[in-house]
């Protein structure tokens, strides 16, 4: 389970690579690989042993070659090992590449950039093909390389054996025979010379996938913690305290960037129940707060307490389990409306998710849909509008009845009609429950329990709306523009 700024740093191409291609290049590989080594080594073996019993000083000449196989197979893997990491790079590229472009196929149309993408997309691959290019022709030299050799071995055979034969030391079919064996001896070298050369392109995919797997997350729960509570995946719940929604930040210190700090010595109480909008402008830390809070990054120093108790002391999938995060744009995943809900807790019966859709005002517009609850919501929920899907989310955050409930700009993106519906959804998942609301459009607040006026990581102001306007501070200005 990776952090959240491990997706931050990575494009989603990249880590798609490894999870298809490079998984396939190895399954592909390594596995009729491993049965053609063991065939051949065993071959090798035998026929060795055979040539040893034929004829020792003759067998002899054939292994002295064999180091010099070696040393050229040692050069050429580690030559080809460098060629293969830097493909299966491009590779990832180039599944960024059409990943990014299905994505932003919207954009593409509207910026009319297809010729640019296509020129883009063309140069990656144009540097992958001549990369692969230039990895077959070292693979083509190595295996060359060892024909010759092979063939160097058995005219060898041939000179001391034809001498063996004339000076009568060796029988004329005792020669024959040798010959044949030489010549079988040497075809399982040419195909474990193969094997090898395929194999340094599965380990530079091997090394990749345990690359990704190996990657260690930057928030972890403690041993003693696990011990206790359990992980994200084998959960004791039994043992989960009851959460009330007190919230406190305590001498905050953080940053993305060592030379831009978010926080600095950040303090901050919000008592259970309260409903919390936070405003400012772009930068200001609005979203690293409600990040922080929901323990998707860490502060690099001072404490988070949920109900006086050091968030970290509790495992991870026990805060989140208690925590309902609606995101500004939101994300459906593909099937039906009523999975989409479900999502948010598994155990969620029928009736349940028709209270939860009523209570966020989404059940009427569901019910116009063709098929109602089992109306098909499409990839990311593009048959839906924004506003359809943003209300789908709220009950999906709040189906498993959260006690901190965060909403990250939810109303950014809609039209003034929908937006009312959504706050009317607003005003009735909030109560009693502790909630962070980060919001451009100030009309959508103006019933908050306390507004946090953020600048470059600092509550420049708090107040209810009234007081704050009464103020005619930094708030009274964005709320006469917005």
């Known amino acids: 389970?990776?952090?959240?700024?491990?997706?931050?740093?990575?494009?989603?191409?990249?880590?798609?690579?490894?999870?298809?291609?490079?998984?396939?290049?190895?399954?592909?590989?390594?596995?009729?690989?491993?049965?053609?080594?063991?065939?051949?080594?065993?071959?090798?073996?035998?026929?060795?042993?055979?040539?040893?019993?034929?004829?020792?000083?003759?067998?002899?000449?054939?292994?002295?070659?064999?180091?010099?196989?070696?040393?050229?197979?040692?050069?050429?893997?580690?030559?080809?090992?460098?060629?293969?990491?830097?493909?299966?790079?491009?590779?990832?590229?180039?599944?960024?590449r059409i990943a990014e472009s299905i994505s932003g196929i919207v954009a593409t149309k509207v910026l009319v950039s297809e010729k640019q993408n296509f020129i883009e997309f063309e140069k990656i691959t144009d540097n992958m093909r001549t990369s692969s290019i230039k990895a077959a022709v070292s693979s083509a030299v190595y295996l060359s390389v060892v024909i010759i050799i092979s063939s160097i071995g058995t005219a060898l055979a041939i000179y001391f054996g034809g001498n063996g034969v004339i000076m009568?030391?060796?029988?004329?079919?005792?020669?024959?025979?040798?010959?044949?064996?030489?010549?079988?001896?040497?075809?399982?070298?040419?195909?474990i010379a193969r094997v090898l050369a395929e194999f340094k392109t599965a380990q530079a995919s091997i090394e990749r996938v345990y690359g990704l797997i190996?990657?260690?997350?930057?928030?972890?729960?403690?041993?003693?913690?696990?011990?206790?509570?359990?992980?994200?995946?084998?959960?004791?719940?039994?043992?989960?305290?009851?959460?009330?929604?007190?919230?406190?930040?305590?001498?905050?210190?953080?940053?993305?960037?060592?030379?831009?700090?978010?926080?600095?010595?950040?303090?901050?109480?919000?008592?259970?129940?309260?409903?919390?909008?936070?405003?400012?402008?772009?930068?200001?830390?609005?979203?690293?707060?409600?990040?922080?809070?929901?323990?998707?990054?860490?502060?690099?120093?001072?404490?988070?307490?949920?109900?006086?108790?050091?968030?970290?002391?509790?495992?991870?999938?026990?805060?989140?389990s208690n925590i309902g995060y609606v995101l500004q744009d939101p994300h459906l995943f593909s099937g039906t409306i009523r999975e989409n809900i479900r999502y948010g807790n598994l155990n969620a019966d029928d009736e349940k998710i028709i209270e939860i859709s009523k209570l966020v005002n989404a059940h009427e517009f569901i019910m116009k849909k063709e098929g109602n609850y089992d109306y098909a919501v499409g990839e990311n929920g593009n048959l839906l509008s924004t506003g359809e899907k943003q209300l789908i989310s709220f009950a999906r955050a709040i189906i498993s009845n959260p006690k901190i409930f965060v909403l990250d700009e939810a109303t950014s993106s809609i039209d003034t009609e929908t937006e009312y519906m959504i706050q009317k959804a607003i005003?009735?998942?909030?109560?009693?429950?502790?909630?962070?609301?980060?919001?451009?459009?100030?009309?959508?607040?103006?019933?908050?329990?306390?507004?946090?006026?953020?600048?470059?990581?600092?509550?420049?102001?708090?107040?209810?709306?009234?007081?704050?306007?009464?103020?005619?501070?930094?708030?009274?200005?964005?709320?006469?523009?917005?």
């Open 1 to 96: 389970m990776l952090s959240l700024s491990y997706y931050d740093k990575n494009a989603d191409g990249w880590i798609i690579s490894r999870m298809t291609s490079d998984i396939g290049n190895i399954g592909e590989k390594v596995t009729w690989g491993i049965v053609d080594m063991i065939w051949g080594t065993a071959m090798m073996s035998f026929i060795l042993i055979i040539m040893f019993a034929i004829n020792i000083k003759l067998t002899l000449v054939i292994v002295a070659l064999m180091p010099i196989i070696m040393i050229v197979s040692s050069y050429f893997q580690n030559k080809l090992l460098v060629a293969y990491r830097k493909i299966r790079k491009l590779n990832s590229l180039v599944t960024g």
């Open 427 to 482: 005003d009735n998942i909030t109560k009693n429950r502790t909630s962070f609301i980060v919001a451009h459009r100030l009309s959508t607040i103006v019933d908050a329990d306390k507004i946090l006026v953020m600048k470059q990581g600092e509550i420049i102001e708090a107040g209810t709306h009234e007081e704050l306007l009464i103020n005619k501070g930094y708030y009274h200005s964005l709320y006469k523009i917005s």
């Open 168 to 191: 009568e030391t060796v029988s004329y079919g005792t020669f024959v025979m040798f010959l044949t064996y030489t010549r079988h001896f040497f075809e399982p070298i040419k195909e």
């Open 214 to 320: 190996d990657e260690k997350t930057d928030i972890n729960d403690t041993k003693d913690v696990i011990e206790k509570y359990g992980d994200m995946i084998n959960k004791k719940t039994e043992n989960w305290d009851e959460v009330i929604g007190k919230v406190e930040f305590k001498n905050l210190k953080f940053h993305y960037n060592e030379k831009e700090p978010i926080f600095n010595d950040f303090n901050l109480t919000v008592e259970s129940g309260s409903k919390i909008a936070i405003v400012g402008e772009t930068g200001s830390g609005k979203s690293t707060l409600i990040n922080i809070v929901s323990r998707f990054y860490e502060p690099i120093s001072g404490t988070v307490y949920i109900d006086n108790i050091d968030y970290k002391e509790r495992s991870i999938s026990w805060l989140h």
